[in-house]
T-cell receptor, first 110, second 114 residues
């Protein structure tokens, strides 16, 4: 499979911004995703970006894609305790296969 | 739609026993994925089906693991014989495939092999 890498842990204070980073290897990826996993639950799609885009914003979420460096990031503004979860970066080629990173565990400190 | 349904939610079994995990994908989805999640290795793709046909099983760890998809609405992942190192959460996901891009996950089966 393809390599999708993320750091394992991130801690931030409530109200600060969180930035979760991801690198991938497959330059033919067409879509890149951020999924969120809450304790005891499956993964749920947060947002995705098509590979010909540089940025996508959705309320408190900002996704940045640097295709040259194969780097994807997720910024969460005004992080809340309810944002504590594991965040997975994933890539696919036209939605036919999905390769996930190991996940970044975000802890929000009140 | 009820989403991707996995059963059982929890399974505890003794080493050496056969374990069968089940998945019902979302109706109309033509792609199905089995993943394994552990603390050490994160989320790993085990096998991927498209239109009931296994396309990529390179992630299946050993011959002890096998997966089938006899029809569009059902898939199984079998481990025989099970070992303690198989303990993990196993997720099934389905996707409509192109042009829709999202993979929908089930709640997972937490397997403990003692």
């Amino acid at each position: 499979g393809e390599d999708v890498e993320q750091s394992l842990f991130l801690s931030v204070r409530e109200g600060d911004s969180s930035v979760i980073n991801c690198t991938y290897t497959d330059s033919s990826s067409t879509y890149l995703y951020w999924y969120k996993q809450e304790p005891g639950a499956g993964l749920q799609l947060l947002t995705y970006i098509f590979s010909n885009m540089d940025m996508k914003q959705d309320q408190r979420l900002t996704v940045l894609l640097n295709k040259k460096d194969k780097h994807l990031s997720l910024r969460i503004a005004d992080t809340q305790t309810g944002d504590s979860a594991i965040y997975f970066c994933a890539e696919s080629i036209y939605g036919n296969q999905f390769y996930f990173g190991t996940g970044t565990s975000l802890t929000v400190i009140p | 739609d009820a989403g991707v349904i996995q059963s059982p939610r929890h399974e505890v079994t003794e080493m050496g026993q056969e374990v069968t995990l089940r998945c019902k994908p979302i109706s109309g989805h033509n792609s199905l994925f089995w993943y394994r999640q552990t603390m050490m290795r994160g989320l790993e793709l085990l096998i991927y089906f498209n239109n009931n046909v296994p396309i990529d099983d390179s992630g299946m760890p050993e011959d002890r693991f096998s997966a089938k998809m006899p029809n569009a609405s059902f898939s199984t992942l079998k481990i025989q014989p099970s070992e303690p190192r198989d303990s993990a959460v196993y997720f099934c996901a389905s996707s409509p495939g192109s042009p829709n891009t999202e993979a929908f996950f089930g709640q997972g089966t937490r397997l403990t092999v003692v």
